[in-house]
């Protein structure tokens, strides 16, 4: 029989303390918030979930959740509320509530918020020990504040423009309902 993880609280908010099945609400995780990137819960911490991130994404309009990349490890997305555009392979695609994105290892891709107010994404995706990414030079990605001016492998040098984000609690109005 698997046993119930314990919820502990921490100043953010609540974490699961060990191994073990739990139900978390979003609302009393700990999030990251950005200025520039959006807001997100990062479920999935790599202590708890070792195989398989999980991150729910806020975005606000023109507001991309990270810079344009291609990675060795298949994620998918999925559009809860709102509307977004999806710059992937040098394309604009539309987005709306209930449509699903599956990017394949080291396809280029990010995410950004369009529409009139905040969109929510669920973020699915592997995780390797040895996790590998390049952030490309792609004009489309440029356009839309979620590009890099020289390509690159170090995620450092890809975010060195934006102020880190901070962890906090649930900021209410970030989720709908």
């Not at 202590?47 to 991130?53: K, Q």
């Not at 344009?68 to 809860?80: G, P, R, T």
Request: glycine share 10%.
């Amino acid at each position: 029989m698997i046993p119930e993880a314990k919820l502990s609280k921490s100043v953010n908010g609540v974490v699961p303390d060990g191994e073990g099945w739990f139900v978390l609400n979003a609302r009393d995780a700990p999030w990251r918030h950005s200025a520039e990137l959006g807001s997100d819960c990062p479920f999935a911490r790599a202590e708890v979930f070792p195989e398989l991130g999980i991150n729910l994404n806020t975005l606000r309009p023109g507001q991309p959740f990270c810079m344009y990349h291609a990675e060795n490890s298949q994620e998918d997305f999925l559009v809860l509320a709102g509307e977004a555009l999806l710059l992937v392979e040098g394309q604009e695609r539309p987005l709306r509530t209930w449509d699903l994105v599956h990017c394949p290892p080291w396809t280029e891709h990010v995410i950004v918020g369009a529409g009139d107010g905040p969109c929510v994404i669920l973020a699915v995706g592997a995780q390797h020990a040895t996790e590998e990414v390049v952030y490309p030079i792609a004009e489309v990605a440029l356009r839309h504040g979620a590009g890099v001016d020289t390509e690159t492998r170090v995620p450092a040098e890809a975010y060195a423009r934006f102020a880190a984000p901070t962890m906090g609690k649930y900021r209410e109005g970030d989720l709908p309902g």
